[in-house]
């Protein structure tokens, strides 16, 4: 007899899945750090590995009935090292953010000195904001970008470092539209003895396709997520010189972690496969492509762009010269299917609860075959809702619309209407 599956055993749950495969089907996401994964990746994730538990390392495990699992990892592992071209991979982190804390436990003692990109210039809570533990267990600075262009100030990068005298130095960012210049990061930490860690998690599939510039071999650590550009699963990875490999792996486990999601780690070992693909290549390049299209675009329908544009896949939109806030904005364009997020500015006077900007991502638009003409078209629509956010009836229309165009494009791991 067939044991009952989703829609017997849960209803309610059944039909709140759906109602989300329905929502990421008809509206054009936009969050910079979503993206659709494919069918493969779902069916990894989704599979028996989720039963099984893994404290330890492949042959290092403190579990029995290890075979099938150390080599999953081991395949994740393989993979990513021959896509990033890094001497060391641990695949076992939850996500970003324990990854990162991974980095502190590896290199520093509470109080110890540390710097990066400061939060309202378009750094991460994990590079040492006050909010986040990583601010509150560590003496941090932040560095921030040029008032006149909105670029990292490397100027303001040396003198911090030089004064503050790092553990560690963060190159990385989660609301910056040009490329890292990570040899300009190393120039610096190695004046004060400092170890350079790479965040990548919104680029690494940029990085993976080559079109962006990567910090391995320049970076003694490298961390990222592995969804966002690199369309994977939900999770976490680092990669780092040989050196330091002892270091991270043990920060990892036992020092933060217990077993490892190995239904992940296979969802994992799926996405670097099919990032070595000629097709994922091109996909990367019109990330950027379509990032460039979009911001060309919004500059000639009269919104403000923090750099003035993009390098990458993210865009930042300054919405003062349209007389609205970021945030209801951010809700009104999601009613009309155009779903971003709300996010401060560098120099922003607004509060980070109601700023001045949104901020967007090209990835998953992307992921669905859209170019440079719906770009064209999105632009658009934007510009109708911020000139009448409290139009239901227009934003209902614009609705319609995008759902139409979203119906041409359909997209990857979703069930096919």
Known sequence: MQEPGLNEVDPKLAALIRAEETREADKLRLIASENYVSRAVLEATGSVLTNKYSEGYPEKRYYEGQQIIDQVELLAIERLKALFGADHVNVQPYSGSPANLAVYLAFCAAGDPVVGLALPAGGHLTHGWNVSITGKYFQSRGYGVRKDDHR????EVRAIVREHKPKILWCGTTAYPRVLEFA???????EVG???????AHIAGLVAGGVHPSPIGIADVVTST???TLRGPRGGIIMCKAEHAKAIDRAVFPGLQGGPHNHTTAGIAVAAKEAQSPDF???AANIVANAKALAEALLGQGFNLITGGTDNHLVLVDLTPKQIGGKPAAQALDRAGIVCNYNSIPFDPRKPFDPSGIRMGTAALTSRGMGPAEMQRLAGFMNRVVQAPD????LDRIAAEVKEMCSAFPAPGLPRA
């Open 281 to 283: 290549k091109q996909y």
């Open 391 to 394: 139009d239901g009836a227009l």
């Open 184 to 190: 300009k990061f190393r120039e610096i930490a190695d």
């Open 152 to 155: 990292i100030d490397f100027d």
């Open 226 to 228: 592995t969804h966002k």
């Open 194 to 200: 400092a170890i350079l860690c790479a965040d990548i």
